[in-house]
């Protein structure tokens, strides 16, 4: 089963405006973390924002949050104010435990592209 | 943030050669590293998982003896594709962590290309 689903395999958004990518995940273990991250057409992988599941607040990094709702498993990413630069592809992750020697578990990715 | 570097960043070579790419953590030590696979327009795959001073562990249908990987430093691990053909042909990254460092970080390299021809 996949563990990271995102259904979106490309989006179109209108600079300056807002967009939300969606990426839900499905797993038993009760510590987790979950994770953004863009990639450009060089390949690097560029973190964005994360969340674990026992934060009670969404994470925020200037024009990127993160909608987490648990109960619905589910960890979408919000961009606001988009720039022609934000045009990427984006991946959502799922590290199960809290212990940094689990990898990541990446979704199939959205690609994103802000029209001027 | 931490710094990965990984090296070579686009390789190409003849069909049936040898391939090593490294992972360097610069200013950390990295006890464990995770090797990925991404094929074009796809996402990434994990292909191994390397603690240092021991044996990787490969995921299901990779091949440990095509993709060998050495991690014998807390700063360095290597990957190196054997006898290289055509469909080994892809984008792969490798992924850092270390003893001291937050479950909420994961450093990445910047990734090689690999074409075979």
């Known amino acids: 089963a996949q563990k990271i689903t995102q259904t979106q395999p490309g989006m179109f958004v209108q600079e300056k405006e807002a967009v939300t990518l969606d990426c839900t995940y499905d797993t038993s273990d009760p510590s987790y973390g979950l994770f953004w991250y863009k990639q450009p057409s060089s390949g690097e992988m560029i973190f964005l924002i994360y969340q674990g599941s026992y934060d009670q607040q969404n994470a925020t990094e200037g024009r990127y949050s993160l909608n987490f709702q648990k109960a619905r498993k589910s960890a979408n990413l919000v961009i606001s104010a988009s720039q022609l630069g934000d045009s990427a592809m984006y991946f959502c992750a799922m590290r199960e435990s809290y212990s940094g020697n689990t990898p990541l578990v990446f979704g199939k990715g959205t690609r994103l592209s802000v029209i001027a | 943030g931490a710094v990965v570097s990984q090296h070579p960043s686009r390789v190409i070579c003849k069909s049936g050669t040898s391939v090593k790419i490294e992972c360097r953590s610069l200013d950390f030590q990295a006890t464990t590293m995770f090797w990925y696979r991404q094929f074009p327009k796809q996402s990434l795959m994990l292909m191994a998982t390397s603690n240092e001073g021991s044996k990787a562990t490969y995921e299901q249908g990779v091949e440990k003896d095509k993709f060998l990987i050495n991690h014998a430093s807390l700063t360095l691990s290597t990957l190196t594709v054997t006898s290289a053909h055509p469909e080994d042909s892809s984008f792969y990254i490798c992924?850092?962590?270390?003893?001291?460092?937050?479950?909420?970080?994961?450093?990445f390299g910047q990734g090689t290309r690999l074409t075979v021809v």
């Open positions: 992924s850092a962590t270390g003893e001291y460092k937050r479950n909420t970080e994961a450093f």
